[in-house]
């Protein structure tokens, strides 16, 4: 109960902080619409459409509470910063360099388990349902997920051979910085994992 009042109290400030800035200054920085005849933001988030009502910062349909949080962060921080078409590490970015570092290191170890027996043809079709595109890169397969209009989360995957497991790393782009903090990326490469594997289970 204790837990969930904090987070309550976590969504209220950002709520609050987004309020110092109008909706067309939202819209504008963040590459969001802002439909102004029906007071609502519109956006795409893992190939899900999500309004968010204005002034109460709503969210239609509900979604994962830690997602909202993230989106109302991004709302807030964003700065219009063109993105970047450089892939970068969750520990090189700004603030990184402790909670970055060891998430990049946990996520490589969970990215092996989640791949292990995976074909390519599988994977594939799981980024598809999150809205992933795929981009020709240094890997066996890179699938670029749009979590946010202007926050791509790429995956870069290796799969088994006769010498080594399958591996995959998570990254973001060089621009990540002008969106959010190193805690609301750790936030989302946690909601994409989460999500990758709820679709492989069949949830």
Not at 26 to 48: C, M, P, T, W, Y
Not at 123 to 137: D, M, P
Not at 158 to 175: I, P, Q
């Amino acid at each position: 109960m204790q837990d969930n009042r904090a987070f309550q109290q976590m969504l209220l400030s950002a709520k609050e902080r987004i309020r110092v800035h109008t909706p067309k200054e939202i819209a504008q920085k963040s590459g969001v619409v802002f439909h102004e005849d029906k007071s609502f933001f519109e956006l795409q988030s893992l190939n899900q459409r999500i309004r968010i009502t204005f002034p109460e910062y709503r969210f239609q349909p509900q979604i994962d509470e830690w997602q909202q949080l993230v989106i109302l962060h991004y709302l807030d921080l964003a700065d219009g910063t063109a993105v970047s078409p450089q892939m970068t590490s969750f520990g090189a970015l700004k603030d990184g360099l402790i909670r970055g570092t060891k998430f990049d290191h946990d996520m490589e170890r969970e990215l092996g388990s989640f791949l292990d027996g995976m074909t390519q043809g599988q994977l594939c079709r799981i980024c598809e349902r999150l809205g992933a595109q795929f981009v020709e890169e240094r890997a066996d397969l890179c699938a670029v997920f749009p979590f946010l209009p202007r926050y791509p989360i790429w995956l870069k995957v290796w799969f088994a051979d006769d010498e080594f497991g399958a591996s995959g790393k998570l990254l973001v782009n060089r621009s990540a910085d002008h969106y959010l903090t190193i805690e609301d990326a750790v936030t989302v490469g946690e909601l994409l994992l989460s999500k990758l594997k709820g679709i492989l289970d069949g949830t």
